[in-house]
């Protein structure tokens, strides 16, 4: 079976920088579009950045300038370094990945178990 699993998340200051890993593991025919998304408690859970298999990367305009999405297709991971972090970016942070399992099945969406990111001010 796929499992996304993350780390990477903490406690930081404000102004710090944090960096968070996801790694798709099992029976990946193909993993396309990656993710991440964060959720404050009560509230919806968000888009943070997200990035195609050829590298192309969107932003929501809270994280722009500060936070960079990349992956390696190789090993099937895909990262966040965040920079220049403030309290408004405490959220549990989830990772995010359309994958086919096959070729004769369209893409599934797959999520992690989440990593808490907190910023102390």
């Known amino acids: 079976q796929v499992q996304l699993v993350e780390s990477g998340g903490g406690l930081v200051q404000a102004g710090g920088s944090l960096r968070l890993s996801c790694a798709a593991s099992g029976s990946i025919f193909s993993l396309n579009e990656m993710a991440w998304y964060r959720q404050v408690t009560g509230k919806q859970r968000d888009l943070v950045a997200r990035?195609?298999?050829?590298?192309?990367?969107n932003y929501s305009d809270f994280v722009k300038g500060r936070f960079t999405i990349s992956r390696d297709n190789v090993k099937n991971t895909v990262t966040l370094q965040m920079n220049s972090l403030n309290p408004e970016d405490t959220a549990v942070y989830y990772c995010?990945?359309?994958?086919?399992?096959?070729?004769?099945?369209?893409?599934?969406?797959?999520w992690g178990q989440g990593t808490q990111v907190t910023v102390s001010s």
């Open positions: 990035i195609d298999r050829g590298g192309g990367a």
């Open positions: 995010n990945a359309n994958i086919r399992v096959s070729l004769w099945r369209p893409g599934d969406v797959y």
